[in-house]
């Protein structure tokens, strides 16, 4: 048990990286029917062994990502302000990451502010409303994995690290959501294909009981809260026939986009999906299906695909991943040695 504990550590940081690197030379392009054969290309040309390419470069992604896990390792409580401090750090040793066009703003405010009130810069944002981006979506992975036994902390712990740079409701409880999804895979027997009518079940109860809370005068109508709504979504286009013009339509009501909204149902989508064969995704393999097939969606790949690879490296563990594939990613060995260190930093607590 605890090697495959350890073996889902590793896998669902590593897809959170694959998804990041393999998905970013697609970064906001619109894809069309051809963009699939370029990128089941792609995918084939880079599973040759012989294949000897340069490595694809993680982005502000796998760079937040990192920090989060870094925060969990080092601290025996876990320290929010010390996790400010990463970002800031990380972000001016390497500003040219591809981060959010705003959340700069934030690290400058949170340097000159000397770390006073690590909520406040980004409370600050769009005229204070908060920015709604992925980008505490895109990092949450190491959150899920380290409190995948204590979901009332992992949901705090969701919020309070999303809120040091995202403070609208949606980008908050967006990055809620994928840790919900990336724990619920996590607990999931890896043998066994997922039940996707199940999984969306429980991650609607659990995603309902995060959001009513923000919308205390509503009758208790889960139709009427933003993300129970996407889920129900979810849960229709899995059971239509995939084709491409279901795939426009998912696109168009899930969205494929930068926000929280329009980007974390459709990676939760593309891994349910997935579990069996899609037209025109040739591969065996349920790992580089699912990171394969969120690069198809276009839009917001590289974080579409790294939250996709986030939970499917949950599900299936380190195993289920191809090596060959892997070995194109920056930096790979750094991120296995940290989702070791986050395994056995845990076990220290528990
Ligand atoms: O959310 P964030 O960290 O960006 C992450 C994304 C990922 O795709 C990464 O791969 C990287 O490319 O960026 O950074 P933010 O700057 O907070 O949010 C991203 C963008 O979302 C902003 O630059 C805005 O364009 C948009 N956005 C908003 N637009 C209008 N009003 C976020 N919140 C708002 C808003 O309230
Ligand atoms: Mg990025
Ligand atoms: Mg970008
Ligand atoms: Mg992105």
């Keep these: 048990v605890s090697n495959q504990i350890q073996s889902k550590f590793r896998g669902s940081l590593l897809g959170s990286l694959m998804g990041d690197c393999l998905g970013a030379p697609f970064e906001g392009e619109l894809v069309s029917s051809g963009d699939k054969i370029i990128i089941q290309r792609y995918f084939d040309k880079m599973e040759k062994p012989e294949y000897e390419g340069p490595f694809k470069k993680y ?32 972000y001016y040793n390497e500003p040219k990451r591809g981060y959010g066009q705003s959340v700069a703003t934030v690290f400058e405010k949170l340097k000159h502010s ?39 902390n992992m949901i705090k712990l969701a919020r309070d690290s999303t809120r040091i740079t995202h403070g609208h409701m949606l980008g908050i409880n967006g990055a809620i959501l994928q840790a919900l999804a990336i724990r619920q895979a996590f607990l999931l027997d890896p043998t066994e294909t997922v039940k996707a009518d199940e999984f969306c079940n429980t991650l609607l109860k659990q995603i309902h009981e ?4 923000y919308f205390e005068d509503l009758e208790d109508n889960s139709e009427d809260l933003p993300y129970c709504a ?12 995939f084709t491409d013009d279901l795939q426009e339509e ?15 149902p459709i990676a939760i989508f593309c891994f349910l999906k997935a579990q069996n064969p899609i037209p025109r995704i040739e591969t065996n393999n349920v790992f580089r299906r699912t990171i394969q097939f969120a690069i198809t969606m276009g839009g917001d790949t590289d974080t579409i695909a790294c939250m996709a690879g986030a939970i499917v490296g949950a599900h299936l563990g380190e195993e289920a991943i191809n090596k060959t594939l892997l070995k194109h990613c920056e930096k790979y060995d750094d991120i296995i040695a940290l989702a070791h260190k986050l395994y056995e930093n845990r076990q220290l607590q528990i």
Excluded: C, W
Aim: hydrophobic letters at 35%; glycine letters at 6%; aromatic letters at 12%.
């Design 210 to 213: 995060v959001e009513k809370s």
């Design 59 to 90: 982005t502000d992604d796998t760079a937040m990502m990192k920090s989060v896990a870094k925060f969990l390792v080092t601290t025996p409580e876990p320290d929010l302000n010390y996790l400010a401090k990463l970002f800031v750090n990380e």
């Design 230 to 241: 996407k889920i129900k979504q979810i849960k229709y286009f899995l059971n239509q026939e």
């Design 114 to 152: 000397k770390y006073t009130d690590i909520f406040r810069p980004a409370s600050e944002q769009f005229d204070g409303r908060g920015s709604y981006g992925n980008g505490g979506a895109m990092r949450i992975a190491p959150i899920s994995l380290y409190f995948h036994n204590d979901l009332e």
């Design 250 to 264: 998912i696109i168009e009501n899930l969205g494929h986009g930068i926000s929280a909204y329009d980007s974390v």
